[in-house]
C-alpha cells in the first residue's frame, strides 16, 4: 500500500531532550515536506527537500532540522525541544513537489513540558 | 484564504442530501487547486484537485468547481455519507510559490 508512515505518533518529552521524529515514504516520490498544525494557524510548513541531500526552510523552521540521506526518509530533529513546539506534525511526500497532491502520514502529536 | 479562529466554520447536513464546501482563495496568480479531507485523528487525504485552465472537475462524488473571476472555490459531495464527515480545506499554488492551505470547514453529516 502506497503511504507515508511517521513515527512515533505520540511522544512527551521535556524540554532539551533531543528527538527525532522518523518519515519514510514507499512511492518513490522526491519531494517530502513536514508541517505542523495549530488550532486556528493551519497547516504550516516546516521544512521542505525536493531531492536527496537538497533540503530548504519553509514558513517556520526555527528550531527544526532535517536530514535526507535517501529518498524514501526524511527524519525532522528537534535539538532543544521547547514548549512552543508542542504540535501535530505532519510529514508529506509528492510527485511533483507541489505541482502534484501532496500524500501525508497520520501525524505525530508531540507534547514538550 | 479563509480566515478564521480557533473555530473553524461549520456545515451540518442531513444523510443523503448534497454537501456545498466553500473556500475564498488569496492570490490571483494561483493557477493548481486542490481539496483535503481531514479525519479526526488523521492525516490531510487528497480529495480533488483543479488547475486554472478548467472550471469545474467531477470525481467519484465529488465535483470541484473554479470560479477565477471572484477567487472562489467550492467542493460539492453528492448524497453525504456519515464517513464524509470530517474537516474540508483548499490550498492553492502558484509556480514556483507556495502551497498556502485554509483553515478549513468542518462537515457534519446527521443520519
Known amino acids: 500500500e502506497a503511504q507515508v508512515t511517521q513515527n512515533p505518533r505520540y511522544l512527551i518529552t521535556v524540554t532539551g531532550k533531543k528527538l527525532t521524529v522518523t518519515c519514510s515514504q514507499n512511492m518513490n516520490h522526491e519531494y517530502m515536506s513536514w508541517y505542523r498544525q495549530d488550532p486556528g494557524l493551519g497547516l504550516r510548513q516546516i521544512y521542505y527537500s525536493m531531492n536527496v541531500e537538497v533540503t530548504d526552510k519553509g514558513d517556520v523552521p526555527e528550531g527544526y532540522k532535517v536530514s535526507r540521506k535517501e529518498k524514501r526518509n526524511f527524519p525532522l530533529i528537534l535539538e532543544s525541544p521547547s514548549p512552543n513546539q508542542t504540535s501535530l506534525y505532519f510529514c508529506?511526500?509528492?510527485?511533483?513537489?507541489?505541482?502534484?497532491?501532496?500524500?501525508f502520514g497520520n501525524g505525530t502529536r508531540l507534547t514538550v513540558t | 484564504g479563509e480566515s478564521v479562529g480557533l473555530h473553524l466554520p461549520t456545515l451540518s447536513v442531513q444523510e443523503g442530501d448534497n454537501s456545498i464546501i466553500n473556500c475564498a482563495y488569496s492570490?490571483?496568480?494561483?493557477?493548481?487547486f486542490i481539496w483535503y479531507k481531514q479525519e479526526s485523528g488523521k492525516g490531510p487525504q487528497f480529495i480533488i484537485d483543479?488547475?486554472?485552465?478548467?472550471d469545474k472537475r467531477q470525481g467519484q462524488r465529488v465535483t470541484v468547481l473554479l470560479n477565477k473571476t471572484v477567487k472562489h472555490l467550492s467542493l460539492q459531495i453528492a448524497a453525504t455519507q456519515p464517513g464524509d464527515s470530517a474537516v474540508y480545506f483548499c490550498a492553492e499554488n502558484k509556480s514556483g510559490g507556495k502551497l498556502i492551505f485554509g483553515q478549513g470547514t468542518e462537515l457534519s453529516v446527521k443520519p
Open positions: 492570490n490571483s496568480a494561483s493557477d493548481y
Open positions: 483543479i488547475r486554472s485552465n478548467m
Open positions: 508529506a511526500s509528492s510527485f511533483l513537489g507541489l505541482r502534484s497532491p501532496l500524500h
